[in-house]
């Protein structure tokens, strides 16, 4: 009887899906996804999308800090760029989106390497502060600068469109997130398969061991801090375009701690991860509306604490899985895989 997980070719140890079941069952998945509009109503239709958009930006902080081991609480401040980005550019320039969207992630790439220069000197809780000043310092901009961004009243953006082409719902909206999360989740896969993603990596592990074999610890660094906010960038872009109005107010603090627990929960140093996290903590809420609601005639007191009740659930989520799961819903996913993979002889 054949037991384990027997490779014996490069090309087999390369392979980012190891069996034709696993990659059946992705095309199966893909198949599954592609179809969601059909069935679900537009409420689900719009879980679903900014589910996907969570993956993404989960993903950009996941290079960063799970990757790279470099704490940054300023998600929330680059999904903003990206967001405003895409109103500048679309609306005020009036590009199509397969031009607006990159354009979004390379501007958001600039400023989070801007913001990443602090990294070289910086490391840990020093660094995450600085991080945290780089939100107040954009939330700043983006409330006064009028004449870009609407300040505090917001702006508006139109809906993605390449010349007849207009993707001006969510059903619509959705063929355009789910390929580009898809796209992105492969090439952050990849990433981590090549020198650059070996380097960021090493310098998690250990940056001083790293810079002793020849990495270029600055460069790599920055490099990071570029490719993570082009991720979040995009998913600003992709934000942006499903809100259609953004304002300072879409992008607070809690929002960047939010997706930190996303990586936390799902498993930091995992693309898996990324996705898992961002689903458990995008639904939380809406689980917990669906709970709270019918209870709310006969307790009518937990409409009015239901953003309490949300926060105090979510803590209490990070704090079980610190406790009981430590390394994340990936890493007991994996669990589960390699016990069926080794049966009958799984001890």
């Not at 899906?17 to 599954?32: D, P, V």
């Not at 993956?55 to 967001?83: D, E, M, P, W």
């Not at 990159?102 to 000197?121: C, D, K, W």
């Amino acid at each position: 009887m054949k037991c384990g997980d027997f490779r014996e070719t490069y090309v087999e140890d390369m392979a980012i899906f190891e069996t034709a079941f696993a990659r059946r069952a992705l095309w199966l998945f893909l198949a599954a996804m592609a179809a969601v509009p059909a069935f679900a109503g537009g409420f689900w239709l719009d879980v679903v999308n900014r589910i996907l958009i969570a993956v993404v930006a989960a993903t950009g902080l996941n290079i960063l800090t799970g990757f790279t081991g470099q704490i940054s609480l300023g998600n929330a401040a680059f999904l903003s760029v990206g967001a405003y980005a895409t109103a500048a550019l679309a609306g005020k320039a009036g590009l199509p989106f397969p031009v607006v969207i990159p354009l979004a992630g390379l501007i958001t790439a600039a400023v989070g390497m801007v913001f990443g220069i602090p990294s070289l000197r910086l490391k840990g809780l020093y660094l995450a502060v600085a991080t945290l000043a780089a939100h107040f310092v954009i939330e700043f901009a983006v409330t006064h600068w009028d004449s870009m961004t609407g300040g505090v009243n917001g702006i508006s953006i139109p809906a993605a469109a390449a010349g007849p082409l207009s993707l001006d719902g969510d059903a619509r909206l959705y063929y355009l997130i789910l390929p580009l999360t898809v796209g992105m989740l492969l090439f952050a896969k990849n990433l981590f398969r090549t020198k650059v993603g070996k380097a960021f990596v090493a310098i998690r592990d250990q940056d001083i061991s790293a810079e002793v074999m020849g990495v270029n610890v600055f460069k790599y660094k920055l490099l990071s801090f570029g490719v993570s906010s082009f991720y979040v960038g995009v998913a600003g872009a992709l934000l942006g375009y499903q809100a259609r109005i953004i304002s300072p107010e879409n992008f607070p603090i809690t929002l960047a701690i939010d997706q930190l627990g996303m990586i936390i929960i799902g498993g930091m140093g995992s693309i898996l991860g990324s996705i898992f996290g961002a689903v458990f903590i995008t639904l939380l809420p809406e689980l917990l509306r669906l709970v709270v609601g019918p209870l709310s005639a006969t307790f009518p007191q937990l409409t009015t604490l239901f953003s309490s009740l949300k926060m105090g659930v979510f803590g209490l989520a990070i704090v079980l899985f610190l406790l009981f799961e430590p390394d994340g819903m990936a890493a007991r996913w994996h669990t589960i895989k390699n016990y069926w993979k080794l049966y009958p002889f799984s001890y």
